[in-house]
C-alpha cells in the first residue's frame, strides 16, 4: 500500500527533522507546526510499451499486462520507484521464467528526486511554505526478445 | 382528470346542437331542460307536459335544430378521418395513404383530406418579415443578440456553445450544461490525460482597493484560522499564490457560512500599502456576499461614475432600441454587447467607505476566465501564447525587464512535465500577443515534446521547487485604464481576415503591425490536495483575460486540441476531486438552501410526470426524505439518539446544524477512519459535546456492486450484517418492503429509525467512479452517528442504500483532510 501522507502529528517522535530550504541553508523545524503532503514523482510521457508498476494493483493484474504487451512488443520496460522495485523484479522475472527462457532481462537503477511540501499550521505567522527534496531509487527493467 | 374529461366532451359537443332545451318563453310552467340518465327516484319526463302548442313557434324551433344536427352530420369534427365512420372491423392498415382501400362511398371524401392534409394547415396571415438575407445583417443580427441578452445575460462565447451545448438558464446567465455529442468519458479521459476547457466567465469577481491593514481587520471578521489559511496568509499576502476559503457571517463561526471564494492579492508595489484585492465568489454567492461586505467594510456610500463605461451606454442603446429602430438611416450602429448586460444604467458599481477607504467595486463579467484542467495544460497554454514582442508593449505600460523575466519563466513551463509538479495555486502574469495571429490552419493535439522536456529540465526543476518567483505575478490586467484600452483596441474579424487575405502563403503567420498586446495573469488551480488517493488529480490551469477577448483565446486553445466542458463537467470534476461543489453541496450555506429548493421542486416535477402506476413507491421503499434530505431533522434526531444511550448531560435546546470544517478535527476524524479501533468512548464524548449539531462531509466506497445514485441513505450496520460480509456470504443485506399505506401507529415518521437500519446521512453526489473502477459516493453523514457507529463497532464500514432500491450495499468511509 501507499505510505499513509502522515500529517505529522503526536505519533511522531519529537526528534527535529532536518530541513534543506529553498536557500539551501538548512532549518531546524519542530514537526508539530508542519503539515508534510507529498507531492508526485515526475512523470514523463509513456511510450505504449512503458510499464510502471505500482503497488496498489493487483500483481496478477499487472503480471498479466505486461505479457499481453509482450504479445504485440518485441520489448517493454518495466519501472519501478521506491517500495514497488521489488515487484517490478518480481515480474521481470516471472516473465521470463514463462517465457522458458526466450526473454532476457536488461536492467539499470536511477535515483529520482521527490519533492516533500511543508505547509505551516498557522500560514498567517509562519514564513513560508517550505520544500524539501529527498532522493528515492528506481529500477527500470527492459524485457526483450533477443535478435536472431 | 376532469379536466381531459371536459376537454374530451368540448371537442365532441362542439358542432352538437346547443339548443337542445324546451325553451321555456312562452310556455309557462316548462322550468327545468332535459335531464340526462334514468332517474332514480322515479321521476317521470312526462309529467308536466305542455297543455298547449304554438305551431308556428314550435315549427320554427324545430327548423333551426334540424340544420344544427344537419351541419354537425355532414362536417366530420375536428381531426377526426372519414374511415373513423366505418366500424372497426372494416377499417384496415394504411387506410389514410391508400384511398382505395376505403369503400367507394368514402373514397371522394378521403382524397379530399389526404390533400388538404398535405397543404397543411391553413396558418393565420403572418406579419409580413423581412427577408432571411436582410433578418441576417450583421447590425440586426447584434440587435436581435442584444435583445435576446436583456432577460439572461451570455458569456463571449455564447454563439460557440449555443451551437453545440445544451444551453440552461441559471443564476440569470445562459450557461453550457453538457455537449450535445456524446462525450462524457472523453471528457473524463481529457481530464486525466490532455486537457478540459471551461469557460468561467460567469464568476464575479469582486475588487477591493485599500490601506492593507483596513482590509485585513474588515475581512478577518469573516474567517476563521480553524478553517484552514485566511485572507492573511504570507503566501497569498505576497501575491504569489491564490488563496482558497470559506466566508462567514461576521463573527459567527461555526455559523452562518456564505460560501467558498478565491482570492488573489496584488503584488506590493514599491513604497506602498495601498493594496488591491480580487475576491471571486460563484453568482448564486453575490447578493449574500456582496452585503456583507460592504457591512464589513462599512462601505454604504455608492459611487456613481460619470464616465459612462461601454456596457452602460450599450445597455442605454438597448433600451431605445425601438425607436431607432424606427428610425432612419441616421441610427448609430449597433454594439456588441461587452461585459454585464443586465444591469441597469444607474445600479452603482463601486462602494467606498470614508473611515476605512475601502473602495469595493463589482467587476462582473469585466474579465474573462477560462479554467483549463489536465495534465498538459501548461503545454497547451505554452503552444497557444507566444509572449508580447517589445514594440507592442507600448499600450499596456509593462515594465521591459520584468516582461523578459515573466517570458522566461513561461518557456521554462515546457520543460515540466506534468501541470500537478507545480506548486500549487502559484500565480504568473504574462503580456501576450494577439494568438489569433499564431492560429494553426487547422486542429491539432498538443503533445509532450521530449526535446523540451530534457533540455529544459534544469530550469524546470528550479520551476517545481520554488515555484514562480513573487514578483512574476504582476500584470498589467490590474489596472482598469489598461483593461478598457485593451479591450478597445482589439483587432476585429473583419480586418484580420483581410490581412490574412494578403498573405502569400496561405496559412503562413501573419504579421499585423501597431497591434496591442494583451496582459493577462495564469492562476494555478492544484486540484485534488486532501486525502491519499490520487492527490494532484484535475490540477490545471486558470487563464484570466480583460474582457471582449474570449473568443479570440478560445478558438486557438480549441485548435490546440482540447476538449470543452459545460456545468455538468464541473460537477464531475469536483465529485472525481471528493470536494463538495457548489451550491449544490452547501446546505449550511443560503445559497445551498436555494439551491436545494430548486432541486426539490425539479425532482418533484419529474416525479409528477410519470403516471401514477410507473412512479416509484417511495413509501414502499421506506424512503422518507426522496426530494430534499431533512439535515437539520437527521442532526436533532441523532442527537437525541446519542443521549438516551447513556450519557446524561443536559443539552441546550436543538442546535442548528453545521458542516463540520475545522482542519484539526478532520484531521482527528480522518485518523480514527482508517483505524477505527482507535476511537476511545471518552474521546468521541468530547467531541461529540464539542461538535453539536455536526454534519460531516465524506467519501464513500462501495466494497462491492452497487451505483449510488442522489440522497442514496447512508446507514449503520448491524452486528450480522458485518459478520455476513466477513463470511463473504453476501453482498449486502435487504430492507423489508414497507406497508403501503403506512400504519397509524407511525404518526410521526422518524427520520434516523424509519427503516430497519438507522440512517447516517445522505449521499449527494453518487455514480460510478470511472477513476476507481466501482461506485463512489460523496456524502454528508451526522457526526453524532457516525462516532457511535464507529465505537460500536470498531470499523468505518457502513450501508448504502439508493432510494428507489430495498437493497443494501457496503461502503467504506474514508475522510480526507
Not at chain 1, 498479466?64 to 522475472?93: F, P, S, T, V, Y
Amino acid at each position: 500500500m501507499a505510505e499513509p501522507r502522515s500529517p505529522v502529528s503526536a505519533s511522531v517522535p519529537h526528534n527535529p527533522i532536518v530541513l534543506a530550504a529553498p536557500e539551501g541553508s538548512t532549518l531546524e523545524m519542530d514537526p508539530i507546526e508542519f503539515t508534510l503532503r507529498k507531492r508526485l514523482p515526475r512523470k514523463l510521457p509513456k511510450r505504449r510499451n512503458d510499464v510502471y508498476v505500482n503497488m496498489k494493483t493487483d500483481f496478477k493484474a499487472q503480471l498479466a499486462r505486461c505479457q499481453k504487451l509482450l504479445d504485440a512488443h518485441r520489448e517493454i520496460c518495466i519501472h519501478g520507484l521506491g517500495l514497488a522495485i521489488n515487484r517490478a523484479i518480481n515480474i521481470a522475472l516471472q516473465l521470463q521464467t514463462s517465457s522458458q527462457g526466450a526473454l532476457q532481462l536488461a536492467a539499470n537503477t536511477s535515483t529520482v528526486e521527490l519533492i516533500d511540501d511543508l505547509e505551516p499550521e498557522d500560514p498567517d505567522e509562519a514564513g513560508e511554505h517550505l520544500t524539501r527534496t529527498r532522493n528515492n531509487s528506481a529500477i527500470h527493467i527492459k524485457v526483450f526478445y533477443p535478435n536472431p | 382528470m376532469p379536466g381531459a374529461k371536459e376537454r374530451m366532451r368540448e371537442k365532441k359537443m362542439k358542432n352538437q346542437p346547443r339548443s337542445v332545451q324546451y325553451s321555456s318563453r312562452g310556455q309557462g310552467s316548462q322550468a327545468s331542460g332535459w335531464v340526462r340518465g334514468h332517474q332514480a327516484e322515479g321521476h317521470r319526463y312526462s309529467q308536466d307536459l305542455p297543455k298547449h302548442i304554438t305551431a308556428s313557434f314550435f315549427a320554427g324551433a324545430r327548423a333551426a335544430e334540424v340544420s344544427v344536427m344537419l351541419k354537425a352530420v355532414s362536417k366530420p369534427t375536428g381531426s377526426c378521418q372519414v374511415f373513423t365512420a366505418l366500424p372497426k372491423h372494416m377499417r384496415r392498415r394504411a387506410m389514410s395513404h391508400n384511398t382505395h382501400r376505403l369503400p367507394l362511398r368514402l373514397r371522394d371524401a378521403a382524397l379530399r383530406l389526404a390533400e388538404r392534409s398535405q397543404r397543411g394547415p391553413e396558418k393565420p396571415p403572418q406579419a409580413k418579415s423581412r427577408s432571411r438575407r436582410a433578418r441576417r445583417r450583421h447590425t440586426h443580427l447584434l440587435l436581435e443578440f442584444n435583445r435576446r441578452q436583456r432577460r439572461s445575460r451570455w458569456l463571449e462565447t455564447h454563439i460557440w456553445h449555443a451551437k453545440r451545448f445544451h444551453m440552461q438558464n441559471s443564476w440569470s446567465y445562459r450557461l453550457p450544461h453538457t455537449p450535445t455529442a456524446k462525450s462524457y468519458r472523453a471528457s473524463y479521459r481529457a481530464m486525466d490525460t490532455h486537457t478540459l476547457l471551461q469557460d468561467l466567465s460567469y464568476f464575479c469577481c469582486l475588487e477591493l482597493q485599500g490601506p492593507e491593514e483596513q482590509i485585513l481587520r474588515a475581512l478577518s471578521q469573516l474567517t476563521s484560522k480553524q478553517t484552514g489559511p485566511t485572507f492573511a496568509a504570507s503566501v497569498c499576502l505576497s501575491g504569489a499564490r491564490v488563496g482558497r476559503l470559506l466566508l462567514y457571517r461576521a463573527g459567527q463561526y461555526p455559523h452562518g457560512a456564505l460560501g467558498p471564494v478565491e482570492f488573489l492579492w496584488r503584488p506590493r508595489a514599491p513604497e506602498c500599502t495601498h493594496r488591491q484585492l480580487w475576491i471571486w465568489i460563484h453568482p448564486a454567492l453575490k447578493q449574500d456576499v456582496l452585503p456583507e461586505l460592504q457591512a464589513v467594510c462599512q462601505c454604504c456610500e455608492s459611487v456613481c461614475e460619470v464616465s459612462a463605461s461601454s456596457s452602460a451606454a450599450a445597455v442605454d442603446e438597448l433600451r431605445n432600441r425601438k425607436r431607432k429602430c424606427t428610425a432612419d438611416a441616421a441610427e448609430l450602429p449597433a454594439k456588441r454587447l461587452l461585459g454585464d448586460g443586465t444591469r441597469a444604467v444607474g445600479d452603482p458599481v463601486r462602494w467606498e467607505s470614508a473611515d476605512t477607504h475601502i473602495t469595493i467595486s463589482d467587476l462582473t463579467m469585466e474579465i474573462v476566465r477560462f479554467r483549463l484542467i489536465g495534465p498538459l495544460a501548461h503545454l497547451v497554454l505554452t503552444d497557444t501564447l507566444h509572449a508580447a514582442n517589445e514594440e507592442a508593449l507600448r499600450g499596456v505600460c509593462v515594465d521591459a525587464d520584468l516582461h523578459q523575466q515573466q517570458r522566461d519563466v513561461f518557456t521554462q513551463l515546457r520543460g515540466v512535465c506534468s501541470t500537478a509538479e507545480l506548486p500549487a495555486g502559484c500565480v504568473l502574469g504574462l503580456t501576450v500577443s494577439d494568438p489569433r495571429l499564431t492560429l494553426p490552419q487547422r486542429r491539432g493535439k498538443t503533445v509532450p515534446d521530449l526535446q523540451h522536456i530534457s533540455t529544459e529540465s534544469s530550469h524546470a526543476r528550479d520551476l517545481t521547487l520554488r515555484g514562480v518567483p513573487a514578483h512574476c505575478s504582476q500584470s498589467a490586467l490590474w489596472d482598469t485604464s489598461v483593461r478598457d484600452h485593451v479591450t478597445d483596441s482589439r483587432l476585429s474579424e473583419q480586418e484580420l481576415n483581410r490581412v490574412r487575405s494578403d498573405v502569400l502563403v496561405p496559412g503562413s503567420a501573419v504579421c499585423v503591425s501597431g497591434v496591442c498586446a494583451v496582459p493577462l495573469l495564469l492562476l494555478h488551480q492544484p486540484g485534488r490536495v486532501c486525502g491519499q488517493e490520487r492527490l494532484r488529480w484535475g490540477s490545471g490551469w486558470d487563464l484570466l483575460l480583460p474582457k471582449g477577448w474570449a473568443m479570440a483565446f478560445w478558438v486557438p486553445l480549441v485548435y490546440r486540441g482540447v476538449r470543452v466542458g459545460g456545468l455538468h463537467m464541473s460537477v464531475k470534476h469536483a465529485q472525481f476531486m471528493a470536494q463538495p461543489h457548489f451550491p449544490h453541496d452547501y446546505p449550511d450555506c443560503p445559497a445551498g438552501e436555494r439551491c436545494q429548493s430548486e432541486q426539490e421542486a425539479e425532482l418533484l416535477e419529474k416525479f409528477k410526470r410519470r403516471p401514477p402506476s410507473k412512479r416509484t413507491n417511495y413509501v414502499k421503499h421506506g424512503c422518507v426524505a426522496p426530494f430534499r434530505c431533512p439535515w437539520q431533522q437527521l442532526v436533532d434526531e441523532w442527537a437525541e439518539l446519542v443521549e438516551l444511550g447513556g450519557e446524561t448531560q443536559s443539552r441546550a435546546g436543538p442546535v442548528q446544524f453545521t458542516v463540520l470544517r475545522s482542519v484539526s478535527v478532520l484531521r482527528q476524524l480522518s485518523a480514527w477512519c482508517s483505524s477505527a479501533s482507535a476511537v476511545t468512548p471518552a474521546a468521541a464524548a468530547a467531541l461529540h459535546q464539542e461538535q453539536q449539531g455536526a454534519l460531516l462531509w465524506v467519501r464513500l466506497r462501495l466494497l462491492g456492486k452497487g451505483r449510488p445514485e442522489l440522497h442514496a441513505a447512508v446507514c449503520v450496520p448491524t452486528t450480522s450484517d458485518l459478520q455476513q460480509l466477513t463470511d463473504g456470504q453476501s453482498s449486502g443485506p435487504q430492507e423489508p418492503r414497507h406497508p403501503d399505506p403506512q400504519p397509524e401507529s407511525e404518526g410521526s415518521r422518524s427520520v434516523v429509525s424509519h427503516c430497519s437500519r438507522r440512517t447516517l446521512g445522505w449521499v449527494q453526489q453518487g455514480d460510478f467512479s470511472l477513476s476507481s473502477g466501482r461506485g463512489e459516493a460523496l456524502a454528508f453523514i451526522s457526526l453524532s452517528g457516525l462516532l457511535q457507529m464507529m465505537i460500536q463497532h470498531q470499523r468505518s464500514l457502513v450501508l448504502l442504500r439508493n432510494p428507489s432500491s430495498l437493497q443494501y450495499r457496503y461502503a467504506h468511509v474514508y475522510i480526507d483532510s
